[in-house]
């Protein structure tokens, strides 16, 4: 089962790096002169889940292990991208195998970090990186409708339908429409493997001054009614802010944010980008010894959820023992379940459940 992972993408010193690193502490390297990712950061994310804490209070194991989600922070896109500008090829070959772009927009300003574009307007870049995309999408299509055209004229099985689908995608390009907008769902499944960048689910990211966390400046305003109007999820984050908190224990981190009277941006982050991802948590629980919290995507059946804990479990499947986690945790112990009847017995087929703790039986 391929591991789904986040892109975070964005015009060159706009904070791509600080976010990265305050969402999966890797310490990638964070520069005020554009370019300095060149190769891609890759790292995880934990999923905050209060299910999990409570669920380890309950067992107190000796290791609780929380879900998690893959970020890969790429080199900076400038204009022209798609014709190779800056570190273009690099970029868009790098995002083209992510699941959801991530887009940080720059709100905050700072003389002593520049901009590519000499001045701080995170409407603007969203629309250079949105041009982009669409430009980068439009080339891969007219390459595929060159090579199908032939097909076509040797009347190849399938290959007139795949022509006209890609013909209504290049007109909407021309148009400047983004694919995740107006192509069916039957569509976006049908157009998977050629990796266009605008059919993925995209994301913004206000990286803002710590003070417009409680008091929003005009380009944070102007960035919520820019996305409201394309009907996208803004989440607003001090990128810098969050990286100084990824550092401190978790009582520090409450009192500071206590003291400054806001939310931590990361989580309400990872959570979002968790939710776009379609992923869903179950929990194991192995002998008292670990609990831990999986990440699968909603769909999933009981026997790929058994391989993603090892591919033996899903090889030598039998059966799933499946308890909801609000269950046990109200009740108090697996033996109180079972005696009232909230056991289920389920076969390979039965689709994961958002919060089910189960324990898989196998033959090796």
């Not at 429409?177 to 107006?182: Q, S, V």
């Not at 499946?322 to 009232?340: I, P």
Request: proline share 4%.
């Amino acid at each position: 089962m391929a591991n789904l992972s986040a892109g975070i993408i964005g015009l060159p010193n706009v904070g791509k790096s600080t976010l990265f690193n305050a969402l999966t502490q890797a310490g990638a390297q964070v520069a005020k002169f554009p370019f300095s990712t060149v190769s891609p950061n890759v790292g995880r994310a934990l999923v905050p889940d209060p299910r999990l804490e409570r669920l380890a209070e309950l067992v107190d194991p000796e290791i609780t292990t929380p879900a998690s989600v893959e970020f890969i922070d790429v080199a900076g896109l400038v204009r022209g991208a798609h014709r190779g500008e800056g570190l273009g090829n690099e970029f868009l070959s790098r995002i083209r195998s992510v699941d959801l772009l991530v887009e940080a927009l720059r709100c905050f300003e700072g003389k002593e970090i520049a901009h590519p574009e000499g001045s701080i307007d995170p409407i603007r870049d969203a629309e250079i990186i949105e041009l982009e995309l669409l430009l980068s999408d439009l080339k891969v299509v007219q390459r595929r409708l060159t090579k199908l055209d032939k097909l076509v004229k040797s009347k190849a099985k399938g290959s007139q339908e795949r022509f006209g689908l890609l013909q209504k995608i290049k007109t909407s390009l021309e148009e400047g429409n983004a694919l995740r907008k107006i192509l069916t769902e039957k569509e976006k499944q049908e157009l998977v493997e050629e990796g266009l960048l605008t059919l993925k689910p995209l994301l913004y990211v206000a990286n803002v001054d710590e003070n417009n966390l409680t008091s929003p400046s005009f380009l944070l305003k102007s960035l919520r009614e820019d996305a409201s109007q394309k009907e996208l999820r803004l989440i607003e984050i001090c990128a810098q802010l969050e990286a100084e908190l990824a550092e401190m224990s978790a009582p520090e981190k409450a009192e500071f944010l206590k003291e400054l009277r806001i939310e931590e941006g990361i989580n309400k982050l990872i959570r979002e980008v968790y939710q776009q991802l379609n992923l869903i948590t179950f929990f194991t629980i192995s002998g008292g010894r670990e609990v831990r919290a999986w990440s699968v995507e909603e769909g999933t059946t009981a026997s790929q959820a058994a391989g993603r804990v090892h591919s033996d479990m899903q090889k030598g499947f039998v059966r799933a023992v499946v308890v909801a986690v609000s269950d046990l945790l109200e009740v108090g112990s697996m033996k109180g379940v079972k005696e009232e009847g909230k056991v289920k017995i389920e076969g390979k087929d039965y689709l994961v459940e958002d919060g089910d703790v189960i324990h898989f039986r196998f033959s090796p």
